[in-house]
């Protein structure tokens, strides 16, 4: 009799990512029965394509070369390299990250993001912490040694780490996780206090516990730059903590490539995470329910491609929950205008593709939700474009069917026609390769 079941892994294979106030490491123990050590994703011996891999070719070709400086090590060329902007610089002091000992509210940590790269750096630390969004395995996790001696070293993490645990958060598969939590002054979280996963769907009054926050928030209360007294949960807001636009005495910001932990740049690394764990969870199931399809073909001597229902239903469902967040499906509203202090926004801005209107989706609302146009920017990038050509079709379908007001659950999206009439026209003038039906 034939059978093919996704077996829980029992050994400790680690993965990075960012996890409570920052990058720190997941073990591929999974919480919902996926294998990712089998086949057809073998996580542990597949060869990663992503940005962080591209950069190390080009380091061992030559072609690339990394600057060290005294203060920052690697950090402003890796940047550079990867063409992620200083702005986009985020700070966080729980301790809940690879490199604990470095991180405090003294000593934040900072991450930087491009659409498919994150980099953590850490004042004196060992090395700097890599993620990125991956073709062939989801996402990708790496450290690049912080030394002058020889030439930098990034190396792929999935084995030994800090701190190892199964995600189930993401499902059983490897990915990103932003977590919100009461810290102490050392930046112990205190963890009998609650914690909050952090997503667009969160009320503001539960994000940011553990970092650093500058902007305008106006009356409404969040959890950054919040250190807990006596290692107790606060009673209430202090307002001292909301507004914030200068942390000079709070810590050395001089120590950073800006002063900022721009609140703008938080909004969008939360959705940015969540895209990218969808589009992640999404393509290594597509290619489980494929391989699966074809083993069972195999086994009952059946057409190779011969369509299984229940794999064409798991891609379906795969690609419904990349698009609902796509499209900031239960996004939670703000009440009154936000607005970040640096030069984040403008500079996000400024990369969007424009449709024939001068439209993108890039363009900030900020007044009552995160963008103005609410379709994930994602949707150009080489992530999305690497999907599985299954799953994209069931993506492209699925968005056609709500943005033309053909979907049974259209009510639920909370997309006005206008609205929808706008997000259609500018994926067309935008996206490439849409089916012709659109």
């Not at 690394?269 to 990218?276: F, N, Q």
Request: charged letters at 25%; a positive charge; aromatic letters at 8%.
């Amino acid at each position: 009799m034939f059978t093919l079941l996704m077996s829980v892994i029992r050994g400790t294979r680690s993965l990075l990512t960012i996890a409570g106030s920052g990058l720190i490491l997941l073990s591929s123990n999974t919480a919902n029965g996926q294998d990712i050590e089998r086949a057809p994703i073998q996580y542990s011996v597949s060869t990663p394509k992503n940005e962080i891999s591209r950069l190390n070719d080009a380091l061992g070709r030559g072609e690339i070369k990394l600057q060290y400086e005294p203060e920052h090590g690697y950090l402003r060329s890796v940047l550079k390299a990867l063409q992620i902007p200083e702005s986009t610089q985020v700070l966080v002091f729980s301790r809940t990250s690879l490199q604990r000992d470095r991180i405090a509210p003294q000593t934040p940590r900072a991450i930087y993001f491009g659409d498919e790269v994150l980099v953590g750096y850490c004042q004196d630390g060992r090395v700097m912490e890599l993620s990125a969004a991956d073709e062939v395995v989801g996402t990708a996790f790496y450290t690049l040694d912080q030394s002058s001696e020889g030439p930098p070293r990034i190396t792929r993490q999935t084995e030994a780490c800090l701190l190892c645990h199964g995600s189930s958060a993401n499902l059983g598969f490897p990915g990103h996780l932003v977590r919100s939590l009461f810290v102490d002054g050392r930046g112990e979280p205190i963890f009998s206090a609650g914690s909050y996963r952090t997503d667009q769907t969160s009320p503001l009054e539960e994000r940011w516990g553990g970092w650093y926050v500058t902007g305008k928030s106006g009356k409404q209360a969040h959890m950054g730059n919040r250190v807990c007294a006596n290692g107790r949960r606060p009673t209430k807001v202090d307002r001292n903590d909301l507004n914030v636009l200068d942390l000079s005495d709070r810590f050395d910001v001089r120590r950073y490539l800006t002063p900022h932990s721009d609140l703008v740049a938080l909004m969008v690394l939360e959705h940015e995470t969540g895209m990218l764990n969808r589009i992640a969870r999404a393509s290594l199931e597509t290619r489980m329910a494929l391989y699966e399809e074809r083993e069972l073909n195999k086994a009952l001597g059946v057409s190779r491609d011969e369509p299984s229902p229940s794999s064409r239903s798991r891609i379906r469902h795969a690609a419904g929950s990349v698009v609902e967040y796509m499209l900031f499906r239960e996004e939670a509203k703000l009440t009154e205008p936000v607005r970040g202090s640096s030069r984040f926004a403008a500079e996000f801005t400024a990369r969007g593709k424009k449709d024939s209107r001068g439209r993108s989706l890039r363009e900030f609302d900020l007044k009552t939700r995160l963008f103005r146009y609410p379709c994930s920017y994602l949707i150009n990038s080489r992530a999305f474009a690497a999907m599985p050509a299954e799953l994209r079709s069931q993506v492209f379908q699925r968005l056609r069917e709500i943005l033309n007001g053909n979907d049974s659950e259209l009510r639920d999206m909370g997309l006005p026609a206008e609205t929808r009439a706008a997000i259609r026209e500018i994926v067309r003038d935008t996206q490439t390769g849409l089916p012709s039906d659109w």
